[in-house]
């Protein structure tokens, strides 16, 4: 079963700059990685898919990079909406496992 | 739009069963795959169990198989989830999920349901 690492656990970012998160995959899932945004209380929304494509509706300053092990998560010009926990999840390889999530607080 | 609504959840006693049901709708449900992922308090993401769009397969995370059965009516659009010797450990908010198509990422969640296992 892949293992997917993610960095920093938690993430302390001023409103207005930009956020980066990485995802390390245990072996090569190619392109086929997702990202999750989860708020409390809330379920999981999905905002990358494919490593670098947009899900519907999510906007520009949501970005995603990297293939093969290594992935990033980049957020430009945090908004205080984007303050949460980020999953990433493989689905390259059975069963679809996720990574131990990322929080992005308030600095 | 697509709508998942999970229902069913609650406190249960270790050793006893309950039943998730989640009731779909706007989209053509027996298309598709379908999933059940769970969340234990403060924790992460873990898939629990997955249905081929017509029910003929199914699968479950070793920490379920043998416990939790995964089922499906296409004519009711519902998915359910059979939870019989439950754990301290399987108290978690459980979500069904939808892919987009033949992938397994998921596109579409449930709200949730909190099961509590506790004596």
């Known amino acids: 079963e892949i293992v997917l690492t993610q960095s920093p656990a938690t993430l302390s970012v001023s409103p207005g700059e930009r956020a980066t998160l990485s995802c390390r995959a245990s072996?090569?899932?190619?392109?086929?990685l997702a990202w999750y945004q989860q708020k409390p209380g809330q379920a999981p929304r999905l905002l990358i898919y494919?490593?670098?494509t947009r899900a519907s509706g999510i906007p520009a300053r949501f970005s995603g990079s990297g293939s093969g092990t290594e992935f990033t998560l980049s957020i430009g010009s945090l908004q205080s909406e984007d303050f949460a926990v980020y999953y990433c999840?493989?689905?390259?390889?059975?069963?679809?496992?996720f990574g131990g999530g990322t929080k992005v607080e308030i600095k | 739009q697509v709508r998942l609504v999970e229902s069913g959840g609650g406190v249960v006693q270790p050793g006893r069963s309950l039943r998730l049901s989640c009731a779909a709708s706007?989209?053509?449900?027996?298309?598709?795959?379908m999933l059940w992922v769970r969340q234990a308090p403060g924790k992460g993401l873990e898939w629990v169990a997955l249905?081929?769009?017509?029910?003929?397969?199914?699968y479950y995370a070793e920490s379920v198989k043998g416990r939790f059965t995964i089922s499906r009516d296409n004519s009711e659009n519902t998915l359910s989830l059979q939870m019989d010797s439950l754990r301290a450990e399987d108290t978690a908010v459980y979500y069904c999920?939808?892919?987009?198509?033949?992938?397994?990422?998921?596109?579409?969640w449930g709200q949730g349901a909190l099961v509590t296992v506790s004596s």
């Open positions: 999920a939808k892919p987009p198509g033949r992938v397994n990422y998921f596109d579409s």
């Open positions: 706007g989209f053509g449900f027996s298309y598709y795959d």
């Open positions: 249905i081929s769009f017509d029910g003929g397969n199914k």
């Open positions: 072996q090569s899932v190619i392109s086929n």
């Open positions: 494919g490593a670098s």
């Open positions: 999840q493989q689905y390259n390889n059975w069963p679809p496992v």
